[in-house]
Antibody
Framework: EAQLEESGGGLVQPGGSLRLSCAAS????????MTWVRQAPGKGLEWVSL???????YYADSVKGRFTISRDNSKNTLYMEMNNLRVDDTAVYYC?????????????????WGKGTTVTVSS | DIQLTQSPSFLSASVGDRVTITCRAT??????LAWYQQIPGKAPKLLIY???TLQRGVPSRFSGSGSGTEFTLAISSLQPEDFATYYC?????????FGQGTKVEIK
């Protein structure tokens, strides 16, 4: 069974840095596209970033230039390096697997989610 | 970026009711749409992908329809465990945007 478990959240001051980890089991992170999604307190879901199996990466405008997604095949772990953190980065951060299936075209979906890790940016 | 607007944002319903939630995209996304259910304090759960394909293990009272810019999630007979917040997501392009959510509460 595919599973994901995030870690690394915590309290950090504005302008600070944090690295989130997402350990995968039941599949290899380099064989799938992997994403980060966040949810600010009392708010909806916000897509943050994706890394393709090829290594190509995409980011939301709100984090571009500050966040970096990466992965380590030997540890089967996804990462999110977060720099220059702002108060509005405060959220629960989920990692998720983006799967795909062939019908008439490839269709995509986020089928495996971790339980999330909380990041609080505050002075 | 493609924006998704769900309606309603909140609905109150009773066990056994049929409910429908609409998701509208600002540009055509073919059938690149997924629906998720989120219970408070839990991670989202995939319900439907490709606009109308039910994820394995999801009860058949859930169904999805639509293509292009207008999509619908229907629950044929609301059960107590269905009271949650529902999100649509487009997977046609980046960023992979979500709708703002629809909270389904017990009447």
């Amino acid at each position: 069974e595919a599973q994901l478990e995030e870690s690394g959240g915590g309290l950090v001051q504005p302008g600070g840095s944090l690295r989130l980890s997402c350990a995968a089991s039941g599949f290899t992170v380099t064989s799938k596209s992997m994403t980060w999604v966040r949810q600010a307190p009392g708010k909806g879901l916000e897509w943050v970033s994706l890394i393709y199996s090829s290594g190509n990466t995409y980011y939301a405008d709100s984090v571009k230039g500050r966040f970096t997604i990466s992965r380590d095949n030997s540890k089967n772990t996804l990462y999110m390096e977060m720099n220059n953190l702002r108060v509005d980065d405060t959220a629960v951060y989920y990692c998720a697997r983006e799967g795909r299936i062939w019908q008439d075209y490839y269709y995509y979906f986020m089928d495996v989610w971790g339980k999330g890790t909380t990041v609080t940016v505050s002075s | 970026d493609i924006q998704l607007t769900q309606s309603p944002s909140f609905l109150s319903a009773s066990v056994g009711d049929r409910v429908t939630i609409t998701c509208r995209a600002t540009q055509g996304i073919s059938r690149y749409l997924a629906w998720y259910q989120q219970i408070p304090g839990k991670a989202p759960k995939l319900l439907i992908y490709a606009a109308s394909t039910l994820q394995r293990g999801v009860p058949s009272r859930f169904s999805g329809s639509g293509s292009g810019t207008e999509f619908t999630l229907a629950i044929s007979s609301l059960q107590p465990e269905d009271f949650a917040t529902y999100y649509c997501q487009q997977l046609n392009s980046y960023p992979r945007t979500f709708g703002q959510g629809t909270k389904v509460e017990i009447k």
